[in-house]
Nanobody, 111 residues
Framework: QMTLAQSGGGSVQPGGSLRLSCVAS????????MEWYRQTPGNQREMVAK???????KYGDFVQGRFTVSRDNAKQTTYLQMNNLRPEDTATYYC?????WGPGTQVTVSG
């Protein structure tokens, strides 16, 4: 079964940027949509962004142009570039492929 490995989380000040990466272990990565979700304690996971096989994208309403999702099929990797981060973006971020979830990476935005 394919697995997902995440990297790129951390702590930044408001207005800062982070780039999250999610590397798939299998070439089948290229055959379906990749998704990013986030979750805070006590809340359900919410969709942050999706990128289709040909690069089409969709974002959660709260993104408001601050994040960019992309994929590199040759590297079996999806990226989430997050700019102008806000304290309310603090969460654990997960990538997802079909029913497979990455382990999550913490993003903390505080001044």
């Amino acid at each position: 079964q394919m697995t997902l490995a995440q990297s790129g989380g951390g702590s930044v000040q408001p207005g800062g940027s982070l780039r999250l990466s999610c590397v798939a272990s299998s070439i089948i990565f290229r055959y379906d949509t990749m998704e990013w979700y986030r979750q805070t304690p006590g809340n359900q996971r919410e969709m942050v962004a999706k990128v289709g096989t040909a690069g089409s994208t969709k974002y959660g309403d709260f993104v408001q142009g601050r994040f960019t999702v992309s994929r590199d099929n040759a590297k079996q990797t999806t990226y989430l570039q997050m700019n102008n981060l806000r304290p309310e973006d603090t969460a654990t971020y997960y990538c997802k492929y079909r029913h497979i979830w990455g382990p999550g990476t913490q993003v903390t935005v505080s001044g």
